[in-house]
């Protein structure tokens, strides 16, 4: 396989995966319970104690949907382990350079991205691209950028976003995944989010700052966030929209389970190209 091949192969995985991986910090868990809130909690009191219930949260299975600026219309499923790290997404995206889903795992310091039968027909048959992130630093490749910057986050920071709001009003209470809850809708800016965080502790606020960049960096600086809070007090799922750079940002979440075990493997060696490889044969 020449070399413009294989740069090629690997900027289409890696531009796949990277809109996968943005994401993987945004999710947060749910347990069922038999009523959907408390008749006397206020709407802001509700939505802030989701948020502290999240902070303790180890690992979610989720699901997303929805539109997301440079990646088009998404749709993903994902279980994601913070203690120890450790992820799996399987994503579709519109924009896309491979067809059909691609599928993000990351196992210790290593990345990898594919899983899919058109990479193998650009990579001499192997299906997987690994990322090392010890090795890829040195090489001018900030971990940061392709993704894995955000894997290592408690996934409920981005559900938190809501707290910061100062017109948080309850929409009605609806089933979601056969789950009693009740909606919350509010707007909420960067700034206001920003100075919401003041009042946290240092873990929670430097958390959701690192949640918040991503964002920022999208360019966008408003959302409309929505969030249907279980029973037991705990989000089941949640809405943001916003405008960014490059068009809507448009994602719903729904959360399948929380803290339960997360394991990932490594695809095989035989089906894997290293990256770190690549750039070499590349360089040379």
């Known amino acids: 396989m020449g070399t413009s091949v294989r740069v090629s192969a690997r900027r289409k995985a890696t531009g796949a995966g990277l809109a996968a991986l943005l994401l993987a910090g945004g999710a947060v868990g749910c347990q069922k319970g038999d009523s959907a809130e408390s008749p006397a909690m206020t709407p802001a009191a509700a939505v802030a104690k ?3 219930n999240s902070e303790d949260i180890k690992s979610a299975h989720y699901r997303m949907t929805g539109q997301v600026p440079g990646a088009g219309r998404i749709s993903a499923e ?6 120890p790290l450790a992820m799996s997404m399987k994503m579709t995206a519109q924009n896309q350079a491979t067809k059909g889903p691609v599928e993000i795992r990351l196992v210790g310091k290593a990345m990898y991205i594919g899983g899919n039968t058109a990479m193998a027909k650009e990579m001499d048959g ?7 992130m ?12 392709l993704g894995a910057g955000q894997a290592d986050q408690n996934p409920a920071a981005n559900s938190t976003f809501l707290t910061g709001s100062k017109n948080v009003k309850k929409v009605g209470t ?8 009740t909606h919350y809708e509010g707007k909420v800016t960067v700034d206001d989010l920003k100075a919401s965080f003041k009042d946290k502790d240092k873990t929670v606020r430097e958390q959701r700052e690192k ?10 600086d408003s959302f409309t966030m929505d969030a249907w809070i ?8 949640f809405r943001m929209r916003g405008q960014a750079d490059k068009g809507p940002l448009d ?3 729904t959360f399948l389970d929380i803290n339960q075990p997360v394991k990932v493997t490594a695809p095989p060696a035989k089906e894997t190209a290293d990256l770190a490889e690549m750039l070499k044969g590349a360089q040379s």
């Open 50 to 52: 989701a948020a502290k």
């Open 78 to 83: 994902a279980a994601v382990s913070i203690k």
């Open 126 to 132: 192997k299906s997987w691209i690994k990322l090392d």
């Open 134 to 145: 010890s090795a890829l630093g040195g090489k001018g490749l900030n971990p940061d950028q």
């Open 174 to 181: 609806e089933t979601v995944g056969g789950v009693k809850t």
């Open 211 to 220: 949640s918040l960049e991503q964002f920022e960096k999208m360019g966008v």
């Open 230 to 237: 279980d029973g037991d007090d705990h989000t089941k799922q």
């Open 251 to 253: 994602m719903t979440i």
